[in-house]
């Protein structure tokens, strides 16, 4: 079973090659989806890495965590459960949705 990581506090310059290359060296990863703004396109600093097991990705913590990429220090956390990664997807595409302006008055 795939292992699906939140991965915190990046900077919004960080591109989605540059976790591959870092979570790559745990295991094979399934896929990288970064939070990014639909307008600006930079990243919204989280984003969700998926290993090919459940083992990857509690090593890939264990190895990771804290690692300093683009001069922040990254935190990372195991969506563990359906409840949890069902919840941190809903989330993921809350924040993705195109921002809502606010009628001028």
Do not use: W, Y
Not at 23 to 33: L, Y
Request: charged content about 25%.
């Amino acid at each position: 079973m795939a292992g699906r990581i939140l991965v915190g506090n990046l900077s919004e310059c960080v591109k989605q090659s540059e976790l591959l290359e870092l979570f790559q060296q745990c295991g094979p990863v399934q896929s990288v989806d970064l939070a990014t703004h639909p307008t600006k396109g930079t990243g919204k600093g989280f984003a969700f890495v998926e290993l090919d097991t459940t083992a990857n990705a509690e090593r890939a913590i264990a190895q990771l965590e804290g690692t300093v990429l683009q001069g922040r220090k990254i935190t990372l956390n195991l969506c563990d459960s359906k409840d949890d990664d069902s919840f941190l997807s809903r989330v993921f595409k809350i924040l993705q949705a195109p921002a809502r302006q606010e009628p001028r008055r």
